[in-house]
């Protein structure tokens, strides 16, 4: 699940982030209202995490911003010690849920869930071929048969199959699925993805994650595959697989 965190302040939306991104969602941060209001039209996200204030506009202008241009994705607005007419301007405004800082990670956390099981129910379910990834439940199958995945593991495949025939490079895999704009040194990228496709297609007629060399990967449903490839790393320029901390 993508989540964009829309707040100025350093030190709460770090908290906010580690949190979230040890819970396993991949988390897009905007420090300003200009460069949130960029993203969240840009970026398709699953919830929009909203501070307020915000440097130079309201949350709440924000919000009705956003409503106005017809973005869709919920909103879960937060500021510290808000009164009762705030938070009722703010859900008034535009908002689907309010916070009142400080508020515990897992009462946010059981918000998100809510709120993505009242709005993205069509989304609740994505299904490339017979592979399906229930994401309320967090499960993923191909066929009858149940796949384990580690939580990075889940999220890289959430992000290829939210956009399925797209060739993802690995600049755009690390800032989607390990929250960072640089690309690592290391191969940990293409060792991910060979874990994940060793998962995904081991003894499969169609195999799904493929590798566009010089460009990055794609996970697209063809009935004609290309030759099945080892599960070694076989990105645009890796190595040999290797150990890496995933």
Same mark, same amino acid.
């Given at each position: 699940?993508?989540?964009?965190? @829309?707040?100025?302040?350093?030190?709460?939306?770090?908290?906010?982030?580690?949190? !979230?991104?040890?819970?396993?969602?991949?988390?897009?941060?905007?420090?300003?209202?200009? $460069?949130?209001?960029?993203?969240?039209?840009?970026?398709?996200?699953?919830?929009?995490?909203?501070?307020?204030?915000?440097?130079?506009?309201?949350?709440?202008? +924000?919000?009705?911003? %956003?409503?106005?241009?017809?973005?869709?994705?919920? @909103? @879960?607005?937060?500021?510290?010690?808000?009164?009762?007419?705030?938070?009722?301007?703010? +859900?008034?405004?535009?908002?689907? #849920?309010?916070?009142?800082?400080?508020?515990?990670?897992?009462?946010?956390?059981?918000?998100?869930?809510?709120?993505?099981?009242?709005?993205?129910?069509?989304?609740?379910?994505?299904? @490339?071929?017979?592979?399906?990834?229930?994401?309320?439940?967090?499960?993923?199958?191909?066929?009858?048969? /149940?796949?384990? %995945?580690?939580?990075?593991?889940?999220? +890289?495949?959430?992000?290829?199959?939210?956009?399925?025939?797209?060739?993802?490079?690995?600049?755009?895999?690390?800032?989607?699925?390990?929250?960072?704009? !640089?690309?690592?040194?290391?191969?940990?990228?293409?060792?991910?993805?060979?874990?994940?496709?060793?998962?995904?297609?081991?003894?499969?007629?169609?195999?799904?994650?493929?590798?566009?060399?010089?460009?990055?990967?794609? +996970?697209?449903? /063809? /009935?004609?595959?290309?030759?099945?490839?080892?599960?070694?790393?076989?990105? #645009?320029?890796?190595?040999? $697989?290797?150990? $890496?901390?995933?």
């Amino acid at each position: 699940m993508r989540l964009l965190l @829309i707040d100025d302040e350093d030190e709460f939306s770090g908290f906010l982030e580690s949190g !979230l991104t040890r819970w396993g969602y991949a988390v897009g941060i905007a420090r300003c209202e200009s $460069a949130g209001e960029q993203m969240a039209q840009a970026v398709s996200y699953d919830v929009i995490l909203l501070g307020q204030p915000l440097p130079n506009r309201s949350g709440l202008v +924000l919000c009705r911003l %956003l409503r106005a241009r017809n973005v869709k994705t919920p @909103i @879960i607005m937060f500021s510290p010690g808000s009164t009762l007419q705030e938070r009722i301007a703010g +859900l008034d405004g535009g908002a689907d #849920d309010y916070l009142d800082e400080p508020f515990a990670l897992e009462e946010l956390l059981a918000k998100i869930r809510a709120l993505f099981r009242r709005h993205a129910a069509e989304l609740a379910q994505l299904q @490339i071929g017979d592979l399906v990834l229930d994401r309320a439940r967090r499960r993923a199958r191909r066929g009858d048969k /149940e796949i384990e %995945l580690t939580q990075r593991e889940y999220t +890289l495949l959430e992000c290829f199959m939210t956009r399925p025939g797209e060739v993802l490079s690995r600049t755009v895999l690390a800032g989607d699925v390990w929250n960072t704009n !640089l690309e690592f040194e290391s191969n940990v990228i293409d060792v991910t993805v060979a874990k994940l496709r060793h998962k995904i297609d081991r003894g499969a007629q169609v195999r799904l994650i493929q590798t566009v060399r010089g460009h990055g990967y794609m +996970l697209a449903w /063809e /009935e004609e595959s290309p030759p099945e490839e080892p599960d070694s790393v076989d990105s #645009d320029g890796g190595g040999p $697989a290797g150990p $890496a901390e995933v």
